[in-house]
Each structure stands twice: as structure tokens, then as C-alpha cells.
């Protein structure tokens, strides 16, 4: 059997993938997708240790899944919002490129 | 008697008035000083008859600490602070008040304050006329002797304070009155300055006394000092710092340097503060504070020395002056020394009555001098000569004043001056009495010469078109006259209740008219000399001077530039004030300001300037922050937690 | 045989991953992203978590690339292709790396009990989200509804309500 670990450290590993995303990339549209490979490593992390700790504490093992449930749905409503920031921004600045707004400089 | 209170109250109701309604007033609200005055006059003899009939059993009335003479006290608390209720001796509470004393030298000095103010005020009327600025001109006349006479009423140190540097205050004001020219403003800021110095001193003293005593008042000083519960080295302090602000005020070597300028001021101002009044206020204070005074040998042998200096050296200055007020401005220096020497030779009695009769003699002179330079626009003697043509009622009433200063006996500046040779003669060294003579020997001579070269001898041409006096100014001028001439005469025991003014003004005990035959034969045989010496060489010049000049011409440069003492004040202030001043002003400039109020300033907006490059504005730099606080925190709690 | 296909998942969940943020093409990076959504449920399927996996193929799968190509879509500009990283890429890579071990270190040093993935009854899971979770799936259900309503009025062109 895949022990607990395994799963976490992919989470973990592929967390740092997608925050390396937010950090480096120039696109709103490709910082959106970074942040969906970062919450995809938290259910990731969620659900194995949902399966993998049943009965454990006072946690039922499917706990975790709900959890994860939310999260999907919150992903989804951040999609939108964030899809019409960006639409917004796009047609306000003709650009979608972090790195050419910095309104909130000195 | 408990009226007193109003004389300078009236006055000093009036200076608001003035300001705010003068323009609008008849007269520009000069009537209103005058009425003020005027009123306080009459107030004055109101209180002069009350306390003639006051005995010690007359409420408020005792038998005066020190002096041991006839006191009324009239006073409201002021201010208290401190503990309720504690001893004020321990000074854990202070109590002042507003209070009147009236003795026989307050009583002197209202007479002749009132009096002078009466008469410079009308005088005014006709010398200010057409001043623009006629209402301020009054109005710091009213403040002035509502000042004047508060300082002489105070029955405790800390109003007299108050009082006394009000009168600096107007002094300045009257000094720098025609402040459109330079002289009058520096002449002014120079009265300020100097006269603050002693101040200074007189204010060290107040307190000192007060941290002794734990009172302001004078009673209750003068009855510790009686009680020996101070010590002789607290005495003679306390005098000596007392007495500098008196050197400060009566224009005292070395703090007499003001006087002289102050003669940038309106004539009639000068009169009034400059000779009778104001400037007496320091022989005042040492008099008023005489039972202080005389228990200090030191204190006293200073007053002598000082006031003998002074009398001296402003004596042989008066000599050599060529400009008219300025004569009489050296001369009532002159003899403000010598009632400091009469006041340090224990003749108490002696310089209050040279003071007053001084008084009426110099506002006489120095109104008779505004009037030549009214008329004339004139200071400079050595172009005046033989005004009597003229101006013959100027002539007559400034010669009267001329000669009762000079000491022709009967008018009053001779019995005057010789109660105080009579003193100086019964208690200091023999070197002290005949350096008096000499100094009364000059004090003839610069009379007459001043007298002689402006209104006899030949006839300046040029003054041809020249007038006499207004009515205003001659009418004042002749009541100050009559007062130069028979004020003597109280000095005698004359028939009816009054026994002299040693019987009236006295300290310890009165006494009649003490005269020495010798000295009185001396110093009018002097004065009568000095006369005549000055009228042949001036008025008939039969005598040629420029033998004299040429022997002591060196000695005539020294006084001719007033001992140089105003090139020695000069170069302290520029070489050692300002050079202090700009080692301050570098402290201040450097260290205070550059390192003290701008390091700070500096460095936080040049650390802004450096550190606002971290706020990028772009989101991913706050994104990587957070990243590496998240590892920085991990770290931590990692470190922590082990 | 279950780390066999962990390996195989795994490798694709990171690939996709990778894809996503090195790729100098958005489509591309949005086809790297479907893949590594994909093959995470393909993990979940390992983990007995067949209606998460279900649901991550359809929301993620379907909705959210949908909304995102989209997004590219409606934004596109002339220098996409060009797109790259912004100037802080290799202190971002610092950053992210660290970020990475500090998590693996930290899971790896957690000491859990060894134990074997258990399915849960389908049934329970519903009746679970329905009683015990039933308030926050309602305020998920609101939160929807505002994130609806909120793209609409921010997306829209604005000249009529003006």
C-alpha cells in the first residue's frame, strides 16, 4: 500500500509548484491557474489523510472530503470573480500583465 | 487716608480710555490724563491732611518698623498659593497683597509726583502741540505715574516689583517716543538694558530676602532684619543687590550711561522721569529700605562710595557737555549721588529733602531747556547766548532753578545740599567731605556756565526771530519756580504745629535743622564763586579759558568723552558678549539645531527615500514576502519547539 | 500494484504542474493544467474517494479550464506568445523550493501511525454533508450566489449604469 507520506509530500511538492507560479509568473490568467494546482494540493492532502486516518481523533474519514468539497466550490466561485477581475482589468489597462500595474507603488 | 489707593487708580484708568476713545476725545484725550492727575493731587492732600492727624492709635496706623516713624498700612490679599492654612515662613505658602503703605517718605514722594506730573502734563499741552501721536504720547504719560505712584505706595517688595519695572517700561516707551529717528530707539533700547541689569539684581534681592523671610512685605522683612534673625551676611546681600537695581534706576556709576541718551525723549518726558521722579525711585528704594541698609556697614559704605563716584565724575562731564539737556541730564546723575552718599552717610533726612527739592529744581530746568529748544530747535550751547533778549520769562525762571541747584542760600537747593554736607561731614572720612565740597564746587560752576552761555553774555543774532514761551509751559515753569525757591524754607522751624522736615521725615528720631557754620559758610562762599567766576567767564568774557584748555586738555578729553565709558561697554559687548554669543549661537545653530532636530529628521527621510523601494506596487512582491515569511516563521517555530 | 499507479499519477500531477508554470504559452499552460487535474483524480480514485474524483473531473475539469480558456480568450493580445516570468523568477524559485521542503520536512517528521486507506459508504458521505455539514453547505451555496452575481456586475461594460 502507498503510505500517507507519499501523498503528503506530492501535496507538498506540488504546493511549491504552484506558489512558484504565483510568485514568477507575468499573467493574471496563468496566476489563477498556479493558484488552482496550490488548493489542488491542499484537497490532495485532505483526502489522503481523510482515507488514511479514519476513526483517528474524532474525525470520520470522510470529514476531510467534505472539506475538499468546499474547497472545490470555493475554487470555482474564485474562478469566476477572479475570470472578471481580470476581464475588467483587461479592458481598463488593455493589459493582463502583473508587472505593468503597480498602482499601489510609493 | 485710605483713599490713597486712588491716586494712581485714577491714572491708571485712565491709559485705556485714552488708547481706545483718544482720537475721537477733544484734545485727543489729553484733558483726560490731566484730569486723572489733577485728581490725585487733590487725592494727595486729602491724605497728607489725614495722616498729619493720624496718631498710632488711627486704625491701620502703628509706629513704623526701623524707621520709628508714624505708618499706615492698607492692604487686600493679592494672591496666595501654596498650602491653605501653612506657615508661610516655611514657604510652603505665600500670601501678597495689594497694599498701601503711607509714611512720611511715601507721603514726600506722592506730593512731589503728583505735583511734577501736574505741571509736565500742562507743560506738554503746549510743547506736544500738534504731535501727531499726542493721545499715546498721554496715555503713557498716565501709565508712567499710575506706575510711579504704585511704586511708591507698595507696601511689599514683590508689587513694588511690579511697579518698578513699569516705569522702565514707560521710560522706554517716552525715551523711543519719536521712534521715526534712530537716536531715540537705540537710546531707548540702551535705558531698557542697562537699567534691566540691575534689575536683575534688584529681583535676586526680593527673592533672596523672601527665601529669609518668607514674606514680601516690608514690614515683616525690616522687623527680622530688627529681630536678628537674619544674618549679617544676608543683610549686606540683600542691600547690595537691592541697591543694584537702585544703581540701575538712578542712573548709578557705572549704570548712569543711559541717562545721558535718554535725552532723546521728549523734553517734558525728560523732566518728569529723567530728573524728578523716576530716577528717584532708586534713592527711593534705598530709603524705603533703609532699616535693611543700615544694619550692613559694608551696604552703606558702598552707597557712599558709589553715590560719591557718580556725583563726582558726572559733576566734572556736566562741565564739559556742550548740549543743554545733556548738561542737565549729567547734573541729575551728579545729584542722585549725592543723596546716595548723603543715604550711605546716614543722612536720611538729608536726601529725601535734596530730593524733593532737586526735584522741582530740575523739572524746572529741564522745562525751561524745552522751552529754549521749542523755540529755538536748538541744543548745542555754544551756539546759543544772550536769550534773555528774547525769551526773558524762560531766562528768569531757568536762572531761579539754576541757582537753587547751584546752592545760592535761601533758595531751597542750598538747605538742601548742605543737610547733606552736614551728614557726610558727621560720618565718613575727611577725604569724603571734601571731595563733596569739591562736587558741589562743580555743580555751581556747570549751573552757572549753562546758565550764563545760553541766556547771557552776547547775543546770538541768529535767534532774532525767536519767541517766548506759550502760557501753558510759562505757567507751569513759574509754579515749579516759586517751589525752587521757598521749598527750603520747610527745613526751618517755622511758626505753628510744623517743627521742620526733620521732625516729619526721619529715621529713628527726628531732629531739627542741623547747621555746621563753617560748612554752610564754605559751600555758599563756593557756590557764590563759582558764580561769579562763571559769569565773567561766560556771560562778560573777561576771563580767557584758553589758557586753562590748553593746561588740561587732556584732562578736559577724558570728560569731554565721558571717561570713555561708553567705548569700554562697546568693546566688552563686541568682544566678549557677541563673541560668546556666536559660540551660543553656534551651539544652538550646530548642535541643537543640525544634530539635535535635524538628525532625526534627516535620517528618517533618508531611510524613507532608501526604504520605500520595497513597497513595489507590484502584487507578486508581496506574494514572495509572504512566502519567505511563511519559511521564516517555519524556521522559528522549528528552532523554538526543539 | 496501488504504487504503480501512485508513481504514474504522481509523475503526471507534477508534469502538468511544472507545465503550468514554465510554459511560454497560456493554452498550453491551460492543457498542462487539465492534465494534472485529471491525474489528481486519478489519486483521489487510489484514495476510495470516488465521488471527489467524479466531481474534480467535472468542476475542475470541465467548468473551471472552460472558464479560464475563456478568460485567455477575451484577454488575448499580440504578446502572448512571448509571455514569461516576471523579473523576481529566480527568488521566486528560492522561495517556492523552500517553501516545498520546509512542508516535506515537516510531514515527513510527523510521526503518523502506518495505516491502510479505508472507503467510506457513499450513503454516509451524503448523509454526513446533509446533517452535520448542512449549515456551511448551505453559506457554500451563498457564497456561489454572491461570487455569481459579483463576476456579473464587475464584468459587465458598465455603460449603462452610468
Same mark, same amino acid.
Given at each position: ?5 507519499a ?15 504565483v510568485?514568477?509568473r ?6 489563477v491557474?498556479?493558484?488552482?494546482l ?13 482515507s ?5 481523533g474524532k474525525?470520520a ?6 472539506i475538499a468539497i ?5 475554487a470555482a ?6 475570470m472578471a477581475?481580470i ?5 481598463n ?10 498602482l499601489?507603488?510609493? | ?13 485712565a491709559v ?9 476725545l477733544? $484734545? ?24 498729619l ?21 492698607f492692604?487686600i /490679599? ?5 498650602i ?5 515662613k516655611?514657604h =510652603? ?6 497694599g498701601?503703605?503711607v =509714611?512720611? @517718605?511715601?507721603?514726600a ?9 501736574l505741571?509736565?502734563q500742562?507743560?506738554s ?5 500738534? =504731535? ?6 498721554y496715555?503713557f504719560?498716565?501709565l ?15 508689587l513694588?516689583y511690579?511697579?518698578?519695572?513699569l516705569?522702565?517700561?514707560c ?5 523711543g ?13 540702551k535705558?531698557f538694558?542697562?537699567?534691566r541689569?540691575?534689575d ?5 534681592g ?5 527665601s ?6 516690608m514690614?515683616e522683612?525690616?522687623?527680622?532684619v530688627e ?14 543687590l537691592l541697591? #543694584? ?5 538712578s542712573?548709578q556709576f557705572?549704570?548712569h550711561?543711559?541717562?545721558? =541718551?535718554?535725552m532723546?525723549g ?6 518728569l ?16 529700605a533703609?532699616?535693611?541698609?543700615s544694619?550692613?556697614?559694608t551696604?552703606?559704605?558702598v ?8 556725583? +563726582?565724575? *558726572?559733576a566734572t ?19 542722585? $549721588?549725592?543723596?546716595?552718599l548723603?543715604?550711605?552717610a546716614?543722612?536720611? /533726612?538729608?536726601?529725601?529733602?535734596h530730593l ?7 523739572? #524746572?530746568?529741564f522745562?525751561?531747556?524745552g522751552?529754549v529748544m521749542h ?36 533758595l ?5 545740599k548742605d543737610?547733606i ?14 571731595? /563733596? ?10 549751573m *552757572?556756565?549753562?546758565m ?5 553774555? &552776547?547775543?546770538?543774532?541768529h ?5 517766548d ?9 513759574g509754579l515749579?519756580a ?7 524754607l520747610?527745613? #526751618? ?7 521742620g522736615?526733620g ?7 527726628g531732629h ?6 563753617? +560748612?554752610?559758610?564754605l559751600?555758599?562762599?563756593l557756590?557764590i564763586?563759582?558764580?561769579?567766576y *562763571?559769569?565773567?567767564?561766560?556771560a562778560?568774557?573777561s576771563?580767557?579759558?584758553?589758557g586753562?584748555r590748553? /593746561?588740561?586738555?587732556?584732562a578736559l ?5 565721558k571717561?570713555y ?12 558678549v557677541?563673541?560668546f554669543?556666536?559660540?551660543?549661537a553656534w551651539?544652538? &545653530? ?12 534627516d535620517?528618517t &527621510?533618508? @531611510?524613507?527615500d532608501r526604504l ?7 502584487v507578486y512582491?508581496?506574494?514572495l514576502?509572504m512566502?519567505? $515569511? ?11 519547539? &526543539? | ?5 501512485f ?15 514554465v510554459?511560454?504559452n497560456?493554452?498550453?499552460?491551460a492543457? !498542462?493544467?487539465l492534465?494534472s487535474?485529471?491525474?489528481? %483524480?486519478?489519486?483521489?480514485l487510489?484514495? !476510495?474517494?470516488e ?9 475542475y475539469g470541465?467548468?473551471?479550464i ?8 477575451l484577454?488575448?493580445t499580440a ?6 516570468d ?10 517556492a523550493a ?11 517528521d510527523s510521526?503518523i501511525?502506518?495505516t491502510?486507506p479505508?472507503?467510506?459508504?457513499? %450513503?454516509?458521505?451524503a ?8 449549515i456551511?453547505?448551505e453559506v %457554500? ?15 459587465r ?6
Amino acid at each position: 500500500m502507498v503510505p500517507l507520506v507519499a501523498f503528503q509530500v506530492l501535496s507538498a511538492a506540488l504546493f511549491a509548484i504552484g506558489l512558484y507560479g504565483v510568485m514568477a509568473r507575468r499573467s493574471a490568467v496563468l496566476i489563477v491557474m498556479s493558484i488552482e494546482l496550490m488548493l489542488n494540493a491542499v484537497n490532495i492532502n485532505l483526502i489522503a489523510a481523510a482515507s488514511h486516518l479514519d476513526g483517528m481523533g474524532k474525525w470520520a474519514n470522510f470529514d476531510g472530503q467534505i472539506i475538499a468539497i468546499f474547497i472545490i466550490t470555493v475554487a470555482a466561485a474564485e474562478v469566476g470573480l477572479g475570470m472578471a477581475i481580470i476581464l475588467r482589468m483587461y479592458r481598463n489597462r488593455s493589459t493582463v500583465n502583473v508587472d505593468e500595474i503597480n498602482l499601489m507603488k510609493w | 487716608m485710605v483713599w490713597a489707593w486712588l491716586i494712581p487708580v485714577l491714572s491708571f484708568a485712565a491709559v485705556p480710555l485714552i488708547i481706545l476713545f483718544g482720537k475721537r476725545l477733544p $484734545g485727543k484725550g489729553s484733558p483726560l490724563a490731566i484730569l486723572a492727575i489733577l485728581a490725585g493731587f487733590a487725592i494727595f492732600w486729602v491724605v497728607f491732611a489725614g495722616f498729619l492727624s493720624a496718631s498710632p492709635d488711627t486704625d491701620g496706623c502703628e509706629i513704623g518698623v526701623g524707621t520709628e516713624a508714624l505708618t499706615c498700612n492698607f492692604q487686600i /490679599t493679592w494672591f496666595e498659593a501654596g498650602i491653605p492654612g501653612a506657615d508661610t515662613k516655611n514657604h =510652603d505658602r505665600i500670601e501678597v497683597a495689594w497694599g498701601m503703605t503711607v =509714611d512720611p @517718605l511715601t507721603v514726600a514722594m506722592l506730593g512731589l509726583a503728583t505735583f511734577v506730573a501736574l505741571m509736565v502734563q500742562i507743560y506738554s499741552l503746549g510743547y506736544m502741540h500738534g =504731535d501727531p501721536r499726542i493721545d499715546w504720547y498721554y496715555a503713557f504719560h498716565a501709565l508712567f505715574i499710575a506706575s510711579m505712584l504704585t511704586l511708591v505706595l507698595a507696601d511689599n517688595f514683590l508689587l513694588l516689583y511690579v511697579a518698578w519695572e513699569l516705569v522702565g517700561l514707560c521710560s522706554y516707551l517716552l525715551i523711543g517716543f519719536w521712534h521715526e529717528r534712530p537716536e531715540p530707539r537705540e537710546a531707548a533700547k540702551k535705558a531698557f538694558i542697562v537699567t534691566r541689569i540691575g534689575d536683575v539684581g534688584l529681583l535676586v534681592g526680593i527673592l533672596l530676602l523672601w527665601s529669609q523671610v518668607g514674606s514680601f512685605s516690608m514690614s515683616e522683612t525690616f522687623a527680622a532684619v530688627e529681630s536678628g534673625v537674619l544674618s549679617d551676611g544676608v543683610i549686606t546681600v540683600s542691600a547690595l543687590l537691592l541697591f #543694584l537695581g537702585a544703581m540701575g534706576k538712578s542712573a548709578q556709576f557705572p549704570f548712569h550711561v543711559w541717562l545721558p =541718551d535718554a535725552m532723546e525723549g521728549p523734553t517734558p518726558v525728560s523732566a518728569l522721569i529723567h530728573a524728578a521722579t523716576m530716577v528717584a525711585a532708586g534713592v527711593y528704594l534705598v530709603a524705603r529700605a533703609f532699616p535693611l541698609f543700615s544694619a550692613s556697614d559694608t551696604a552703606m559704605l558702598v552707597v557712599a562710595t558709589i553715590g560719591l563716584i557718580t556725583a +563726582l565724575g *558726572a559733576a566734572t562731564i556736566a562741565l564739559v557737555a556742550t548740549d543743554l539737556k545733556r548738561i542737565l541730564a549729567y547734573s541729575t546723575i551728579s545729584h542722585l $549721588g549725592l543723596m546716595m552718599l548723603s543715604l550711605g552717610a546716614f543722612g536720611y /533726612t538729608a536726601a529725601i529733602f535734596h530730593l524733593l527739592a532737586h526735584g522741582f529744581a530740575k523739572a #524746572l530746568l529741564f522745562l525751561g531747556a524745552g522751552s529754549v529748544m521749542h523755540s529755538t530747535d536748538e541744543l548745542d550751547v555754544r551756539e546759543m547766548g544772550g536769550l534773555r533778549k528774547v525769551m526773558p520769562v524762560t531766562a528768569i525762571l531757568f536762572s531761579i532753578g539754576a541757582l537753587s541747584l547751584g546752592g545760592i542760600p535761601i533758595l531751597a537747593g542750598f538747605w538742601s545740599k548742605d543737610e547733606i554736607l552736614v551728614a557726610v561731614n558727621k560720618e565718613l572720612p575727611v577725604i569724603f567731605i571734601v571731595l /563733596t565740597l569739591l562736587t558741589a564746587l562743580l555743580s555751581a560752576l556747570y549751573m *552757572a556756565r549753562a546758565m550764563f552761555v545760553v541766556f547771557y553774555g &552776547r547775543f546770538a543774532e541768529h535767534f532774532e526771530h525767536v519767541h517766548d514761551a506759550p502760557k501753558t509751559m510759562s505757567i507751569t515753569m513759574g509754579l515749579l519756580a516759586v517751589f525752587a525757591i521757598v521749598f527750603g524754607l520747610v527745613a #526751618l522751624d517755622l511758626p505753628g504745629p510744623f517743627k521742620g522736615i526733620g521732625y516729619f521725615i526721619f529715621y529713628h528720631e527726628g531732629h531739627g535743622l542741623e547747621l555746621v557754620a563753617w +560748612l554752610a559758610g564754605l559751600s555758599t562762599v563756593l557756590a557764590i564763586v563759582a558764580f561769579v567766576y *562763571a559769569y565773567l567767564a561766560y556771560a562778560r568774557k573777561s576771563i580767557n579759558l584758553e589758557g586753562t584748555r590748553g /593746561t588740561f586738555g587732556w584732562a578736559l578729553k577724558v570728560a569731554e568723552n565721558k571717561y570713555y565709558l561708553d567705548e569700554v561697554y562697546q568693546w566688552t559687548v563686541d568682544r566678549v558678549v557677541l563673541s560668546f554669543s556666536r559660540f551660543i549661537a553656534w551651539v544652538d &545653530r550646530a548642535l541643537v539645531n543640525d544634530v539635535g532636530i535635524n538628525g532625526p529628521g534627516d535620517v528618517t &527621510r533618508v @531611510l524613507g527615500d532608501r526604504l520605500k523601494y520595497h513597497v513595489t506596487g507590484y502584487v507578486y512582491t508581496y506574494a514572495l514576502a509572504m512566502a519567505l $515569511g511563511l519559511v521564516g516563521l517555519a524556521i522559528f517555530w522549528w528552532l523554538v519547539s &526543539r | 500494484m496501488s504504487w504503480f499507479l501512485f508513481i504514474i499519477l504522481a509523475f503526471f500531477t507534477l508534469a502538468g504542474g511544472l507545465g503550468v508554470v514554465v510554459t511560454r504559452n497560456v493554452v498550453h499552460a491551460a492543457l !498542462f493544467l487539465l492534465v494534472s487535474l485529471v491525474a489528481v %483524480a486519478g489519486l483521489y480514485l487510489i484514495l !476510495f474517494a470516488e465521488f471527489l474524483a467524479l466531481v474534480q473531473v467535472l468542476i475542475y475539469g470541465g467548468a473551471i479550464i472552460i472558464v479560464l480558456l475563456f478568460a485567455i480568450m477575451l484577454t488575448r493580445t499580440a504578446e502572448y506568445p512571448y509571455i514569461s516570468d516576471n523579473k523576481q523568477w529566480p527568488l521566486a524559485a528560492v522561495a517556492a523550493a523552500a517553501v516545498g521542503v520546509v512542508l516535506g520536512a515537516a510531514f515527513l517528521d510527523s510521526n503518523i501511525p502506518e495505516t491502510s486507506p479505508n472507503s467510506p459508504a457513499f %450513503a454516509d458521505l451524503a448523509n454526513s454533508l446533509f446533517t452535520t455539514w448542512a449549515i456551511p453547505f448551505e453559506v %457554500a451555496s451563498l457564497v456561489l450566489l454572491v461570487a455569481l452575481i459579483g463576476a456579473i456586475i464587475i464584468a459587465r461594460t458598465g455603460e449603462d449604469n452610468r
